[in-house]
């Protein structure tokens, strides 16, 4: 074997690099959504076709991309929303690492189409690798105030990926999961999700000011699941680990029959508004559930979770989908106990109504 040690070609290099963020349409998805709400999006329609591997089109309201920025939203860490490193630690933005675009214009065929209400007319360009495309470039259509942005043949120079995605329709189901999921929390925005020739929307929301949390869970849950339905506050502004919490948790009634999952818990955390993954977290409540509630039981837990950003690190992988916090452990215990006891509180008054 040649030992030799080379640099890597720079497009390899971003290759890898793009394949660690868009490792599937659903994680697309994602990163296009947060671009949306990132833009003040009020509105954000998304139509895939073929589960996101033929194409994926996301359309928003949102402040748009001006046409002297249209040569960089592609390149790599070149962002609107952070300067310097400490910017971190006070985010509000769901992006920073401009690396999304990047990496979608490095595994499919990106097009982008945007205007800013400055502007009188749209510009639209593709991108490939990072650049505009050979051979094209930035041309005025027409378009509203906001941004079109469209991705075809994610993975075409991919093949091991492109055979690794498993149907189609197993993609879609990701995708509604997560678009249900982020249109949840974002009650100001109108979400709406499409397939291939569908007329209507598999996900839906209305996005009016004064739509709640479960309003919108009605809508994309089913009204079944919000009947035997709890909620908790916690703030915890004495301990050394101050918090927020909201949460919404399903009692020992409630039997799912969910769209996206079988027979396991949905779980849904937001932290300081971001969509991720706690596993930690999401095992305590598991066990919790074990404990009161019958097997064939699939419990929903909504936790939003607001607390200092100085104590958390959101940049722990490129696709954004897990942070560690300070405290988790006295965290995690407060959350669960709080829940524990309303539904404890909660199934011992409907026994006692029950048996009366
Ligand atoms: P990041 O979100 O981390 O900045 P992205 O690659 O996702 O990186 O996006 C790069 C830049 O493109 C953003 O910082 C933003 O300025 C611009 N952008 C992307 N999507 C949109 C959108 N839907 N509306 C307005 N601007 C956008
Ligand atoms: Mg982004």
Redesign the pocket.
Known sequence: MNRKIQKLDETVVNRIAAGEIVVRPCAAIK??V???L??G?HTIQIHVKQGGLKSIE?R?D????SKI?LP???QRF?????KNFDDLYHLN??????????SLSYAGHVKII?KIPESPCAYICEYEDEKIRPSTSIKPCAGTN??L?IIEDLFYNNPIRLKMMKSASEEYTKMVDCVMKMALRNTHVSFSLKRDTQIESDVHTNGKETTTILQNMKMLYGADMTKDMYETIINTDDTPYKFQCKAYFTGTQYSCSSKTSSNSMTFILFINGRLVDCQPLKKSIQQMYAVLVNKQTSPFVYIDLIMDPTTLDVNIHPSKNEVRFLHADPIIVTIVQAIERIIVEKSAKQTTTTTQ
Not at 62 to 65: K, N, V
Not at 78 to 82: D, F, G, M, R, V
């Open positions: 990163e296009l947060e671009n949306s990132d833009a999006a996301i928003d949102g402040c748009g991309i920025d960089l939203v592609c070149a962002t609107s929303k952070l933005t769901y992006g920073f690492r401009g690396e999304a675009l990047a945007s906001g941004t942005i």
